[in-house]
């Protein structure tokens, strides 16, 4: 019968799962009594603590995409606009939209709401 739990390739750690690694290991389990614990490696959870030692964090960096032109909150406004009233011209979803700092939507970010 095998010890682990056959999981996701590749499945990330939650930040709860990180939480409660720092937890067990602060509290003074091993390394493989906290993988067997928890369904995971023990070299995953040697790797969360071994971060937490030397960079002080667990948490995922952000992506490298493309940045973003616009904040949540724009984004919330042109969604509403968008949905309210589908068939309206591109021209006048953009009057609709409260002034911002950024340049108006174009026809593809508002095809995609």
Known sequence: MPLRHNRRQYEQLTDFDRGRILGLREAGWSNRRIGRHLGRSDMVVARCWQQWITEGRVYHRG???????????????????????????????????????????????????
């Open 63 to 113: 992506g490298s995409g493309r940045p973003r032109n616009t904040n949540d909150r724009e984004d919330r406004a042109i969604r509403r606009v968008a949905t309210s009233a589908p068939t309206t011209s591109l021209a006048s979803t953009q009057r609709h939209l409260p002034p911002s700092r950024h340049p108006v939507p174009s026809r593809e970010t508002i095809r995609d709401y």
